[in-house]
Nanobody, 124 residues
């Protein structure tokens, strides 16, 4: 079992930046891949980004590539999502998720553990 606690969401104007944090606890983390998903009202979960605790390559959705950066600090068992050049279309609830599996998992159905979600609102 692994528990995920998210923070860092909020309200920001278009063009601004936010950094989301995902703190993990509970058991060995090295076998877990970590991802960020988001869900806008009335829409399906959308893959945003993914990173492995073991240092595998990172992955990004085309819609955020070049604007968002995923990273981690092993000593803190924490993953981050740095979001720059935010757009109103980025408005959504953002979720941190973890799974035991291969790198490159991009479907929400492939992730077993989830955080509670944090709201990101980008004003125009």
């Amino acid at each position: 079992q692994v528990q995920l606690v998210e923070s860092g969401g909020g309200l920001v104007q278009a063009g601004g930046s936010l950094r989301l944090s995902c703190a993990a606890s509970g058991r060995t983390f090295s076998d877990y891949v970590v991802a960020w998903f988001r869900q806008a009202p009335g829409k399906e979960y959308e893959f945003v980004s993914h990173i492995s605790w073991t240092g595998a390559p990172t992955y990004y959705a085309d819609s955020v590539k070049g604007r968002f950066t995923i990273s981690r600090e092993n000593a803190k068992n924490t993953a981050y999502l740095q979001m720059n050049s935010l757009k109103p279309d980025d408005t959504a609830v953002y979720y941190c998720a973890a799974a035991q599996g291969a790198d490159g998992l991009k479907s929400y159905t492939q992730y077993k553990y989830w955080g509670q979600g944090t709201q990101v609102t980008v004003s125009s």
